[in-house]
Nanobody, 119 residues
Framework: QVQVVESGGGLVQAGGSLRLSCVAS????????MGWYRQAPGKQRELVATISNGGSTNYADPVKGRFTISRDNAKNTVYLQMNSLKSEDTAVYYC?????????????WGQGTLVTVSS
């Protein structure tokens, strides 16, 4: 009933930009933290950026200064603006949301959207 769906992935040249979107839907009472994670082939899933309900952000070192996370609480949506993309940014990007439904918090993951940076 509650899910998150990513979009915006694609193929981009090194130095280019992409904007990812993630929308949470369903009988949501409140969304706390939302974030983006990524997983490259043969590697573990890693944190990219998170943002709290109040807008406090946290970034992984490799993306600091290049990526910007933001959210629109009215739309239950989180964005990831990715600039100055590098080949090492190539990965499947997953949206995560801590969603409160009634008295329960659900840790939800999207299906992922593939970002490929050509070099």
């Amino acid at each position: 009933q509650v899910q998150v769906v990513e979009s915006g992935g694609g193929l981009v040249q090194a130095g280019g930009s992409l904007r990812l979107s993630c929308v949470a839907s369903g009988p949501i009472l409140r969304i706390n933290d939302m974030g983006w994670y990524r997983q490259a082939p043969g590697k573990q899933r890693e944190l990219v950026a998170t943002i709290s309900n109040g807008g406090s952000t946290n970034y992984a070192d490799p993306v600091k200064g290049r990526f910007t996370i933001s959210r629109d609480n009215a739309k239950n949506t989180v964005y990831l603006q990715m600039n100055s993309l590098k080949s090492e940014d190539t990965a499947v990007y997953y949206c995560h949301a801590a969603v409160i439904v009634l008295l329960t918090t659900f840790e939800l993951w999207g299906q992922g959207t593939l970002v490929t940076v050509s070099s």
